[in-house]
């Protein structure tokens, strides 16, 4: 059963080993995540500008190729694969 949701924004551009930039949100509200798919999915049109914002700070000039909201196990998966 999944728990929580995050947003998470794929970035454009691949890196030589074929890998993306992911960032996921999270602080995307008051605690972190959101208790199911549609809180989220309604965050993210809610609130476009200050998502972008947050990505300008971090990536500069680059585009999200995709933002996406994804489920807690997805996320922890994410992050297993970020650490080899």
């Given amino acids: 059963m999944v728990k929580a ?3 998470v924004a794929i970035m454009t551009g691949v ?3 074929g890998t993306k930039d992911i ?4 602080h995307p509200s008051d605690h972190g995540h959101f208790h199911n798919a549609v809180m989220c ?3 993210i049109g809610d609130n476009p500008f200050k998502i972008v914002k947050a990505l300008v700070n971090e990536y500069g000039d680059r585009t999200p190729e995709k933002i996406m909201c994804v ?4 996320v922890e998966s994410f992050m ?3 650490k080899t």
């Fill in 41 to 43: 999915q309604k965050y």
């Fill in 15 to 17: 890196y030589s080993d």
């Fill in 80 to 82: 297993e694969q970020g």
């Fill in 23 to 26: 960032y996921i949100f999270e």
């Fill in 5 to 7: 949701w995050f947003i």
């Fill in 71 to 74: 489920p807690e196990e997805t």
